[in-house]
């Protein structure tokens, strides 16, 4: 049975968490603001990059896949800690191999520890997001994303201002590792310990295959998978947007250095305003009406962001892919927590498959692209994307009667 918290503990525990996406955004777009500095300073090509990308994706694979065996090993809590603690020493060995060492394989090493960091903590996250939306009653997830996404914000600003001030990647990325790990422990310190989130109490510790059974047993249910597809175009499209958006701009379009960077910032706006304000639309006019209208965005945004011809109109659809990609992967969370008894073990499975298509699809991208261009590779992004609004149907809200019953209410 869980304790129920009291006002001002159910407050620090969501504030935590939403310091907790926004250390995620941040870091994300740290890397993903200075692909230009740190690609010229090694002398890579689209297809290098991509590999080392492949290589977080791998990582970010394993991360999330063993996510829930980190939650049911340590706990949510303690997993989220150790886990944000990897990730910043990997954006730190990224900027020292890039600028310090100039090794590919330290960078390598940094991104592999960025991508299984930043995995596993995605599944422990949004397990604990969720958890605080039931209690709720409302829905807010998509503002535990808006927090990610204003991070990537953050993030991506602050890359644009370190590039425009000729701030080394090495000197930039050890302080903002240095930031993310202070967070980390700031916020292990305000999230309680919770037995559907598999935080091992002191006098109370269940085997760890039960343990296992509890956050795996969700794989063996079709609804899981259906709900994937929705999550994975458009994870697909942010991951790439993440990732691309910035040498798109500058290689693709042939704009001016530093331009990347305030692509990637008006996409992550987009996606903040959505995320921010998305939650009364979603209670107003439901899960699937909304992701078929974003799917619409975000696919018109692609294909005005490949065809524009000028700097402006590759803003606008930068802006409208952050729209239309911004609801995606938070909606697909909350269709999975439906079901309170079951919560965290749906919640683990559907963020493994929004996560590998977010980190694990940008460098099949970048592989691709050195056949046929980076733009023209963009068009499979539009492809998933509508993907997605045609399978959206999946998160519609489970009714009473397919749910579990429980025996005890979450309190508020």
Known sequence: METALSRSQFVRWRTAIFAIFLASGLSIATWASRVPGIKEALGLDNAQVGLILLGMGVSSIVGISTGPAVMARLGARRGMLLTMLTFALGIVLVGLGANVFGSVPVVLIGMVLFGFGNGSVDVMMNVEATAIEQQMGRTILPVFHAFFSFGTVIGAGIGALAAQLTIDVATHASIMGALIAVIAVVCFFQVPVREAALDPAPH?????????????????????????????????????????????????????????AVSLAVFSIGMTVVRLFGGPLVDRFGRVLVLRVLAMAAASGILLFILAPTFPLVLVGAALWGIGASLGFPLGMSAAADDPAKAAARVSAAATIGYIAFLGGPPVLGIISEHIGLLNTLFILVALVVMSGLFSGAARPLREDEKIPVTTAAQD
């Open 204 to 260: 109370e510790k269940p085997a760890f295959r039960a343990r296992m059974h509890t956050a795996l047993e969700a794989w063996r249910e079709p609804r899981t998978y259906l709900i994937g597809v929705v999550m994975l175009g458009m994870s697909f499209a942010e991951g790439g947007a993440n990732d691309w958006i910035a040498l798109g701009t500058e290689q693709g379009h042939g704009f001016a250095e530093g331009t990347g």
